[in-house]
């Protein structure tokens, strides 16, 4: 699959950062990341949307570099993690599209979005961490994304361009979650309920995309080598 990145690659880095901002989708975490902040003031909740998107960064640079490693030992072919994780990326596009937003209310407000309370949220992380960082932005369609694409990065430049494109999901996420109490009042329920649908088709699309490329590498591989006895 190297050869995807010296042939095409502005499409496949496209591919990966829209990829990731459909699944870790930001909008469609308010409801959680509002419910897990409920008791907290603003800047409190402003400081743990900091330090979680410093957190799921990790998480994903943990995945990027470990996961083919991880495969190797368990002794698991690209392309039939790549049909395993198309599958879980279209069951939970479906749930997106299917299930039904629920937005909690919250209490606090104030004008200073200047400014945020770290200690306090480095003391929250533990609560918010699991399950919001994981299983919710990092699950197991985020972590499959970033170890497929992670293992088409041939050459240091696609690595640290997708790293890069990698932090911009994340900074994107934190600033959502960083103005969540406004974007919450701009948007509505029902903004967020249709761009929580949206996202989850495009999910589907990506899923059944992988399911079908894992497909056609398996045949391929054995059409190469032969189809195995029964």
Excluded: H
């Amino acid at each position: 699959m190297n050869e995807l990145l010296s042939s095409a690659p502005v499409e496949i880095y496209l591919t990966f950062f829209f990829a990731l901002m459909a699944l870790v989708n930001p909008f469609n975490k308010i409801p959680v990341f509002l419910a897990d902040t409920a008791g907290c003031s603003p800047k409190v909740r402003r400081g743990v949307a900091i330090v979680l998107s410093g957190a799921v960064y990790v998480i994903l640079m943990v995945a990027f570099f470990t996961g083919k490693c991880i495969l190797d030992i368990f002794s698991i072919s690209i392309p039939a993690f790549r049909i395993a994780g198309g599958l879980i990326i279209v069951i939970y596009g479906l749930k997106m599209v299917a299930e039904k937003t629920v937005i909690p209310e919250v209490t606090g407000s104030d004008d200073d979005w200047k400014s945020w309370d770290l200690e306090s949220a480095k003391a929250k992380l533990s609560d918010v961490i699991v399950p919001l960082g994981i299983p919710f932005i990092a699950g197991p369609g985020t972590i499959t994304t970033v170890i497929l694409y992670g293992n088409m990065a041939g050459t240091l430049d696609a690595v640290l361009i997708m790293l890069g494109l990698m932090f911009a999901a994340v900074v994107i996420m934190g600033i959502v979650f960083f103005f969540s109490d406004p974007i919450r009042k701009f948007l509505g329920d029902s903004g967020l309920e249709v761009l929580t649908r949206v996202m989850g088709l495009l999910l589907v699309a990506l899923g059944v995309q992988f399911f079908i490329v894992g497909i056609g590498e398996i045949i391929a591989g054995w059409l190469t080598a032969g189809l195995p006895p029964v």
